[in-house]
C-alpha cells in the first residue's frame, strides 16, 4: 500500500478522502465535488492547509484549542504517559495516577462542592451520563418518577442519542433523534431572534418563565433537572439577557431541581472565568466538560458532580454505567497538562484583565457594518447577526443561512476561519491570541463582510423577508 502522507498532491488526498471517509455534519457528495481542506499543520492560531495556505483559526478548531496548537508540553505528556502505562480501565475497583491526579486538580478548579468527576470520552457521552446520573439519583432518594429533563430549544449538547435528545437543533431533529422520552424543550432565549417588541431584560424573564410553566405542567415532583449552556454556543453564540440565568437559578432552587451547566464550551477559560457559571452567577449541581479540559489534544470529557448528588449515587451500590475509555491514562496525563499550563501561565485572568476586552472593543465596531446587526460577545466567544435592515432586525428572504455561508466562505479565502450559524457569524479563538492577531482577525472579517455585502447586493439577496 502507498503511504498517504502530507506530500501527496492535495486532489489525491481530496479524492481518497472522497471515496473512504464520512464526514459528521456534512453533505458527503456535496463535499465530495469540492474536495475537502486539507490541514497539514498548525501553531499557535494558525492553521496551514495542503496548498501551503495560511488561516487564522478563529473557531479553536471545534471550540476547544484553547491553549493555541502545537505545545511541546502537551505532546511530552502524551508520550511520557503512552511509555509508562497506555491504558487501563477505572472499573471494577481499579484507578491510576493520571486520572487521580486530574480529578483531584478538577476540584481544587470547580467552584464550590463539585468534588466529584465521571469521566467520559467526550461531551456527548458525558451528557449521556448526566440523563443516567440525574435519573438514578431521584430513583435513589424514592422518586423514580421524578425523569423528566427540561432542555431548550436550539440547544447542543451533543451527538449522541441522549446528546441529540437533549438538544434541540432543528437541523438534527428527524434523523434519529429525539428518542430518550421524557425531555421537554422550553424556548432558547434569543432576543434578537425571538424577542419581539419585548426589552431584553423583559424578555429573558419570559423565557425562564417558561421553566416554571413547564414544572407546573408536568407537576413539580416529576421533573428531574433542567440543562442548558451558559452562553450557547453552536446555536450560534446566544448570549442570554442579564435577568435570564438568576430567574433560571431562583425557579431550580425554589422547586428543588438538579441545575446541570453543559460547560463544554464555556469551560476552562472561554469566558474570562474557569467556568461560564462562574461568569453567570449561577450555582450548578453538575457540569458537563470536555473540548477546553485539554485544549483538543486528546478526547476526554466528563461530569462535574457535587458533594450532595455523588453521595447519593456512591451509597446506591454500584452505578452501571462508564467507558472503555473513562478516565483514560493518556488523555488524563494530557488534560493536567493543559491545566498546568491554564493556571501557571495566567491564561484565564490574561483573557479577563486584558484580551478579552481587548477583542470586545473590536468585535463591538462591527456593528458600524451595513451588514451587521447586533454584535455579542462574552469573554473569547462572540457572534454578530447578519441583517438586511437593522432597525427592524430582520431576516434575509433568501433562506436563512445562504448569505452566512457566502461571508463564510469569503472568510477562508481571506485566511480566516469563522463559522456561520444561519445568518450569524460566530468566532471563538484560541484563549492565547494576542492583540495583533486579533487585529489580523478584525481586519479579515471587514473585508470578509465588504465582499459579502457586495456579492449578496449584486445577487439580488440583500432583502429583507
Ligand atoms: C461540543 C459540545 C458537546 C458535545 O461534545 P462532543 O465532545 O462533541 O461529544 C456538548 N455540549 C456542548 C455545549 C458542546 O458545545
Known sequence: MNVISNHMPTADLQRLDAAHHMHPFTAGSELAEKGARVITSAKGVM???SDGHQILDAMSGLWCVNIG????????????????????????????????????????????????VFYAGSGSEANDTNIRLVRHYWAQ????????????????????????????????????????????????????SEGGDMSPHDFGLACARQLEDAIKQHGPDRVAAFIGEPVQGAGG??????????????ICDDYGILLIADEVICGFGRTGHWFGSDYMGIRPDIMTIAKGLS?????????????????????????????????????????????????EERIVENVCNKIAPYLADKWTQLTDHPL?????????????????????????????????????????????????????????????????EIDTLIDRAVQSLDETYDLIRAEGLYQAA
Not at 481544587?108 to 462542592?113: K, M, N, Q, V
Not at 424556548?187 to 434578537?192: F, I, K, N
Not at 452505578?319 to 491545566?339: I, M
Request: a negative charge.
Open 372 to 436: 451587521v446587526g447586533e454584535a455579542k460577545i462574552v469573554g473569547m466567544m462572540g457572534s454578530i447577526a447578519l441583517t438586511p435592515d437593522k432597525a427592524a432586525r430582520a431576516k434575509f428572504k433568501a433562506d436563512a443561512g445562504t448569505v452566512g455561508l457566502h461571508c463564510r466562505g469569503r472568510c477562508f479565502d481571506n485566511g480566516l476561519v469563522m463559522r456561520h450559524v444561519g445568518d450569524r457569524m460566530i468566532i471563538a479563538p484560541p484563549l492565547v491570541i494576542t492583540e495583533s
Open 47 to 49: 492553521l496551514t492547509d
Open 237 to 250: 453564540v446566544i448570549v442570554p439577557p442579564d435577568s435570564y440565568w438568576p430567574e433560571i437559578q431562583r
Open 295 to 343: 485544549s483538543g489534544y486528546a478526547p476526554i470529557g466528563g461530569s462535574l458532580v457535587c458533594d450532595e448528588v455523588a453521595q447519593v449515587v456512591n451509597d446506591a451500590g454500584d452505578f452501571n454505567h462508564g467507558y472503555t475509555y473513562s478516565g483514560h491514562p493518556v488523555a488524563c496525563a494530557v488534560a493536567l497538562e493543559n491545566l498546568r499550563i491554564l493556571q
Open 69 to 116: 496548537y502545537g505545545r511541546e508540553e502537551l505532546a511530552e505528556a502524551a508520550a511520557r504517559q503512552m511509555r509508562e502505562l497506555p491504558y487501563y480501565n477505572t472499573f471494577f475497583q481499579t484507578t491510576h495516577v493520571p486520572a487521580i491526579a486530574l480529578s483531584a486538580k478538577l476540584a481544587e478548579i470547580a467552584p464550590r462542592d463539585l468534588n466529584h
Open 141 to 192: 432518594k424514592g422518586q423514580p418518577d421524578r425523569n423528566i429533563i427540561i432542555s431548550r430549544t436550539n440547544a447542543y449538547h451533543g451527538s449522541t442519542l441522549g446528546g441529540g435528545s437533549l438538544g434541540g437543533m432543528s437541523g438534527m431533529q428527524n434523523q434519529g433523534v429525539p428518542v430518550i422520552p421524557g425531555i421537554h424543550h422550553i424556548d432558547q432565549p434569543d432576543w434578537w
